[in-house]
């Protein structure tokens, strides 16, 4: 009788204190796990599409590929974790529904169903809809990456998917992510932000390629091995600008290069700027690689996308920086599928963040008085 009335008080308190620990623990688990997944398979698309196969220029066939099938990995996973929430992704699977599109379609089905039905690895559960003997339908996968229609807003719980953030880079073999993020009532809880082609340790190369970072609201960032071993807590050390360079996008359509340059001058920054495709740029950062991650328009028109975003904000500012857009102001995830109004991105340090703002805020009246003469 001791027994019986003991237990229940006991599974009280050790819920109470997993739940003060890490509110979305679940939402962590199954997030990193459908990040990995997606991440061998786009790694895998890369080696057999773009490393083996000869590519006419501006093939874009295997990011379509892999774009899909990662989406369709993903959504298959959160849906039957978390059947009741929305899914803001990047893809729309029309293009795969009509008959011109059975070949693309039957490629992609076979990678996403080879993703979901590999051997459980650390932290999975059957119960997400992976392992083997999981083979879903094609209704079922072309379903679970139209589940990415939601059109967003300011309440209610939606995960932003990014198969492939940083399309050109993947292309290049160079970088790009795979990202993943949960919003409740337009705050950003969850980020996972899984970088196949990243050295773990630019200090130590030898420790080989592979990152996920992962940064829940209030409980830190850490960086983790893409199979989820090692995980390290990320801090973005208290630097001066001028000791480091700034992140910058390697296309030059998304980002002005030249209005960075004239932010760099500003800041007496002497070193050239680390260009990178994809929301590496925030891992990085993350990490103390660079001093400040800088996005200005390069026109009028763009909106940026919250998936490209959302993962990235929550993982600087884990790891202790602030993330605004060029006029100080936070990144609205609560407008819909964009941000709005929002114009440019800059994230930093503490300090740091402060000082490039400044900066920013000079180039731009610059760049206005310049115009009007
Ligand atoms: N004119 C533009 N301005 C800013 N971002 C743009 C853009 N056109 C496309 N993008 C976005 O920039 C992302 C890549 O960012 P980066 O330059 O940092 O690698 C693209 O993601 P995809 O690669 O998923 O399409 C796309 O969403």
Not at 196 to 212: C, H, M, S, T
Not at 216 to 239: C, D, F, V, W, Y
Not at 330 to 354: C, K, M, S, W, Y
Request: net charge negative; aromatic share 6%.
């Amino acid at each position: 009788m001791h027994h019986v009335v003991r237990r229940p008080f006991l599974r009280q308190i050790l819920h109470r204190s997993y739940s003060m620990s890490l509110p979305y623990a679940t939402e962590k688990q199954v997030a990193v796990a459908a990040v990995r997944r997606a991440c061998h398979l786009t790694s895998s698309v890369f080696n057999k599409l773009v490393k083996n196969e000869t590519l006419t220029k501006g093939d874009k066939s295997p990011v379509t590929v892999g774009d899909y099938a990662a989406q369709a990995v993903i959504s298959t996973i959160l849906h039957h974790a978390f059947p009741s929430d929305f899914i803001v992704g990047e893809e729309d699977a029309a293009e795969l529904r009509e008959e011109s599109g059975a070949g693309l379609r039957d490629r992609i089905i076979a990678l996403a169903n080879e993703a979901l039905t590999g051997e459980l690895g650390l932290g999975d559960n059957v119960e997400w809809g992976i392992g083997p003997g999981q083979e879903k339908t094609t209704e079922q996968l072309l379903d679970a990456i139209d589940r990415g229609n939601h059109p967003g807003g300011r309440t209610g719980r939606m995960w932003t998917i990014d198969p492939i953030d940083g399309t050109k880079g993947f292309l290049r073999g160079e970088q790009y992510a795979v990202c993943l993020s949960l919003i409740v009532d337009a705050q950003v809880q969850l980020g996972v932000i899984g970088c196949p082609n990243l050295l773990v340790d630019p200090a130590e190369p030898d420790l080989g390629r592979g990152v996920i970072f992962v940064a829940a609201k209030g409980h830190g960032a850490e960086q983790m091995r893409l199979s989820g071993a090692n995980p390290t807590p990320l801090k973005i050390p208290s630097i001066l600008p001028s000791e480091f360079s700034f992140l910058e996008s390697v296309e030059a359509a998304h980002s002005s290069h030249s209005f960075n340059d004239r932010v760099s001058t500003l800041l007496n920054i002497t070193h050239s700027p680390v260009r990178m495709d994809s929301q590496a740029k925030y891992g990085c950062l993350a990490r103390g690689q660079g001093a400040a991650y800088l996005r200005m328009p390069t026109g009028v028109g763009y909106r940026e996308k919250i998936w490209d975003h959302a993962p990235g904000t929550i993982l600087v500012e884990e790891a202790g920086g602030v993330v605004t857009d060029s006029r100080g102001l936070p990144l609205d995830f609560g407008l819909g599928r964009t941000l709005g109004e929002n114009f440019g991105v800059i994230a930093g340090g503490l300090g740091v963040h402060a000082r490039v703002l400044e900066a920013v805020q000079t180039a731009g009246t610059e760049q206005e008085a310049k115009a009007k003469a």
